[in-house]
């Protein structure tokens, strides 16, 4: 059993073992320290036990002691000063443990891909060697990311417990402690529009370096939020050149194969720039179309031809792994979720599925096959809300997390803004309309000035121009609003690792692929996010051919820039399919800046679809799709 010395009734509720105190700390998540004098100037003994192995399981709880607290946006986070610095601190501290122990940095993120190692004691299925325990193409994906969240959230509050501890007995430190009552793990919203002026990228996640009080005061340290430095890096665990080499996590690698290689996070804000209003659309269609839950969350193509709703949540967390890492570690299975990006990036997915949730709690996971292989599972082995989510567990006796038992956030000790203070589906269809159901500007560049047109609510003006009088009756159109989406099918594992399809409304140079991810007719990018092939050795992943994915790019917000610059006569449905016959393209290529003929892309499909949309009359409800 170890020990630290703390402060006070604050600090005995930190600990993830006495619940009793829970009811206590609630008057304390709103207030200051000051609003406590009786908290300054003590210390108690605090209980800070892990369940780390040594003496059987670790057992994934999530941060309890408190009311279930919410998860913010790292920005709304990163104003809560305090919080943030314990954050900061916290999260170095979590990335210096040596990496041969079990709840270090690098081997709890060596459970989402490589090193392709039993955690926890659950070893792979029989005859299983690759990939990682991660389920991908199945129901299973979005709950089983949930319990691999909470671990990493839970081990993190243990490191800033003692950033809290590590100063001196006194006020500053009480107020620390207050602090982390509330702190929960943020997550980043690249959908949403940033604050004015501002990149979808935040400079908390592109700076090499971050200021932040210590005990010793004020000091400039390495970001934890830029990249992960390897104390050491194994062949071994990562066998692929220049995985095998790089010292540290990239995004957008500058220097190809070679160990100086660098991260270009000047290229890779504006890359997420341009993709954030099809982000944001594919994800407004999906709160407010999807109400199948396989559909919603699984990209595998296996409703047929004729599907409508060819989009998922995989699909769109597939995007941002592949332009976010642009040929570094988030933009491969295998590797990603060594960088830190991924954990916010999840954190946001976990969040979208949750809110999704409360809008259809009675929807969930079925039985289906699985289409490809985890650590122990096996390709066409029926899954359902009871299969277990390895390497988990929620005892001692060896009891696993399963979808089931991990539905509600709350039982993993927080929650989320939008479902808080007594939220009910009004409020969070009102939260959703607000964030994500607007327009875009004429330009989805960086500095593009957003005025949102909320073409979805009934109420908000619409340009009369877009939408002419009917040429014989000279009436306006009905309130109906007619969507466009190109739905997109491909093979998964047909390019040995990771792509993208870039989709293009006019002119574009289609034998520069550098120019592809930024280029001002860019409708959106839909990536392909894969783990990298095994050898004829069996070192790797054996990929199971022929798996087909699917997703979209929303058309609609471009055609609108397009009618308002003149480009796209009307908005008239003959004028729009003439426009797209005559402007419509799309690229595929490799994150390494390679193009690839679309023809040489197995099973590569894309077909327009359109949808008449009657909008809502008021802004706490959805449009309704034809």
Same mark, same amino acid.
């Given at each position: ?5 703390? !402060? ?106 490589? @090193?392709? #190692? &039993? ?46 501890? $590590?100063?001196?007995?006194? @006020? ?13 793990? &943020? ?12 990149? #979808? ?92 839950? $396989?559909?919603?969350?699984?990209? %595998? ?63 969930? #996971? ?7 292989? %985890? ?64 327009? !875009? ?71 520069? &692929? ?42 609609? %917000? ?69």
């Amino acid at each position: 059993m170890r020990y630290l010395r703390l !402060s006070l009734r604050a600090l005995l509720l930190l600990s993830l073992h006495h619940t009793a105190f829970a009811a206590a700390a609630k008057p304390l998540l709103n207030h200051q320290v000051e609003d406590f004098p009786e908290l300054v100037g003590h210390d108690i003994l605090l209980d800070r036990r892990h369940s780390d192995g040594a003496s059987g399981y670790t057992i994934v709880t999530g941060i309890q002691g408190t009311s279930p607290q919410p998860r913010l946006e790292i920005r709304q986070l990163e104003k809560n000063v305090d919080q943030w610095n314990l954050f900061m601190l916290g999260l170095t501290r979590f990335m210096a443990t040596n990496q041969t122990e079990k709840l270090s940095y690098y081997q709890i993120a060596g459970i989402h891909g490589r @090193p392709y #190692v &039993p955690w926890d004691g659950v070893g792979p299925g029989e005859g299983i060697t690759a990939p990682g325990y991660c389920i991908h193409l199945s129901q299973l994906l979005l709950p089983w990311h949930r319990p691999y969240l909470a671990l990493y959230e839970q081990t993190l509050y243990s490191h800033i417990i003692a950033a809290v501890n $590590s100063f001196p007995a006194g @006020p500053t430190r009480t107020k620390y402690a207050i602090a982390a009552l509330s702190w929960r793990h &943020p997550y980043w919203d690249w959908a949403a529009d940033p604050p004015a002026g501002q990149s #979808v990228y935040p400079s908390s996640i592109s700076n090499p370096t971050v200021t932040v009080k210590m005990s010793n005061g004020t000091n400039t340290i390495p970001n934890p939020l830029y990249s992960y430095t390897f104390h050491s890096v194994s062949r071994d665990d990562f066998y692929y050149d220049p995985w095998s080499e790089w010292s540290s996590t990239l995004r957008d690698p500058l220097g190809g194969q070679v160990e100086s290689a660098t991260s270009q996070n000047n290229l890779v804000g504006p890359i997420l720039d341009y993709a954030r209003v099809s982000s944001r659309d594919r994800l407004y269609n999906l709160f407010t179309f999807y109400s199948n839950f $396989s559909e919603f969350g699984t990209e %595998s193509y296996t409703f047929g031809a004729d599907v409508k709703n060819a989009d998922s949540l995989e699909s769109i967390h597939d995007v941002i792994h592949g332009i976010t890492g642009s040929g570094g570690h988030m933009t491969y299975l295998d590797y990603s979720a060594f960088d830190p990006i991924f954990w916010l990036h999840h954190t946001m997915i976990d969040r979208s599925f949750a809110l999704w949730q409360a809008l259809y709690p009675d929807i969930y #996971v079925q039985p289906t096959r699985i289409f490809q292989n %985890s650590f122990t599972i096996h390709q066409g082995q029926v899954v359902d809300a009871n299969t277990p989510l390895d390497p988990f567990h929620s005892d001692q006796n060896g009891t696993r997390w399963t979808s089931q038992t991990a539905r509600s956030t709350r039982t993993f000790g927080y929650t989320y803004p939008e479902l808080a203070n007594n939220a009910n589906i009004s409020s969070i269809k009102a939260a959703i309309n607000r964030l994500y159901g607007g327009d !875009s500007s004429p330009s989805n560049s960086a500095n593009a000035v957003i005025q949102p047109l909320k073409r979805f609510i009934d109420n908000t003006p619409v340009e009369p121009s877009l939408f002419p009088r009917d040429p014989v009756t000279a009436a306006r159109p009905k309130p109906l609003r007619r969507e466009y989406i190109a739905n997109i099918v491909s093979e998964k594992f047909a390019l040995n690792g990771s792509y993208a399809i870039y989709v293009f409304l006019g002119d574009f140079n289609s034998n520069d &692929p550098s120019c592809w991810p930024t280029n001002p007719n860019l409708v959106g990018t839909h990536a392909i996010f894969a783990a990298l092939p095994g050898d004829s050795e069996g070192n790797g992943m054996r990929m199971n051919s022929g798996v087909r994915v699917m997703g979209t790019v929303p058309l609609t %917000s471009a055609l609108l820039d397009k009618a308002k610059t003149g480009d796209l006569k009307g908005l008239r449905k003959g004028d729009v399919e003439e426009y797209l016959r005559g402007n419509l393209g799309w690229s595929v290529g490799m994150f390494d800046g390679t193009a690839v003929p679309n023809d040489q892309v197995p099973g590569l499909n894309l077909k327009v679809v359109g949808a008449d949309v009657q909008p809502a009359t008021t802004g706490d409800q959805f449009p309704k799709w034809e």
